[in-house]
């Protein structure tokens, strides 16, 4: 089994919100729930889970 590794911050509230509140209807976007909103400052893929970090 895998999981996806990243790193990360975490958006202020009033980010959140703002994002949550964009129309949902624009295409190519996947709205996630906004306590799960953040911006990834990079991406490491996928990894096994038995990797020792």
Do not use: C, N, Y
Request: net charge negative.
């Amino acid at each position: 089994m895998t999981k996806r590794l990243f790193v990360a911050i975490d958006l202020p509230e009033s980010t959140r919100q703002l994002l949550a509140s964009v129309d949902p209807q624009i295409r190519g976007v996947r709205w996630i729930e906004p306590t799960q909103m953040h911006l990834t400052l990079t991406f490491f893929g996928d990894v096994e889970d038995d990797i020792e970090l």
